[in-house]
């Protein structure tokens, strides 16, 4: 059997179980996406992560019925997407695409302009050269998307900014100045002018040098009907929210746009401390009440994952982890009642 066909045929059964999920192991008084209704409550899927749902012993599909929304975590970055100029492999994002349109989730396309795993052949263009590739790269991914699924919103130029204000030197900035930016909006309209544009960061959840840039830029392009909406990623560290969370969150819907905690998890220390876990449900509901605090316009919050088990957060932070609301047996934390409790209001 061709390693293609055995793909498509895990794939296929791997759909049929998405579609139906009947092995319900733990049930819930409760769940995520019913506290935070009307908003939807999203996590970050990977393809490694949704096949092994299938297979892993552990799997709850009760975990996939707390949630109505999805990111995929990395399938439809440029370096997957467009590996080589103008040869598009589409297959890990429909995967995540088609997983949440079985479980109707909200999706969201993540991401389309972003200096990390970026295909090489990018980097070595310039110019004229450089934005063509562009303006071909955001042209066919999107219109793949929007003729073959309903994604709610695309991250259109993600982390655009150092944390001092400055412009980041990625390719384009430096081969094209800062107007890549809203240039990338302007495509990213005329080609699904109907669908959320959003600008997602880090370190802009708080009032900061970093996120006075960031609104400037949104005002400006709000004022040019470019963008509908911020992501705030929202990678914590135990007690080390920012304490202007709300206040931050308002400026930004004062200017007229959506926003969205897009990438949340709280990390901590390895083990966990029983402080650092009440500490973490504090954070959480935190997060939450700057969210409903900004009444319809924060639309959704996305955890950036489900268990710890899949969570980036220990390779990149090694000696960390815990971050996410369900540890690495999909058992849920004490985080997961403060999450649901603060939404509830
Ligand atoms: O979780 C993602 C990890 O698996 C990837 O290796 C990494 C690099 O692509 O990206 C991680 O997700 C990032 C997201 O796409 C953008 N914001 C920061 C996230 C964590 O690094």
Known sequence: MSSLLAFSLLLGSALSTWANPVSRQVSYSETLKAAAAPRYFGAALGVPHLLNFTHDPLFDTDAVLQFSGATPENEMKWAYIEPERNVFNFTGGDIVAAFSEANNYVLR??????????????????????????VNHIT???????????????????????DDGTYRENVWYTQLGSDYVPNAYAVARSVNAPLKLYINDYNTEGINNKSDALLALVQSMKAQDL???????????????PTDLEENFARFVAAGVEIAVTELDIRMNLPPSEADIVQQAKDYATVMNACTAQGAACVGVTTWGITDLYSWVPSTFPGTGYALLFDDNYVPKSAYNSTIYALRG
């Open 227 to 241: 963008v509908d909406g911020v992501g705030f990623q929202c990678h914590f560290i135990v007690g080390e929210l």
């Open 109 to 134: 396309g993540h991401n389309l302009v972003w200096y990390n795993e970026l295909a090489p052949w990018v980097e070595t263009l310039t110019g004229e050269d450089l934005w063509n590739a562009t």
């Open 140 to 162: 066919t991914v999107m219109t793949h998307y929007k003729e073959s699924f309903n994604l709610y919103c695309w991250d259109v130029v993600n982390e655009a900014f150092n």
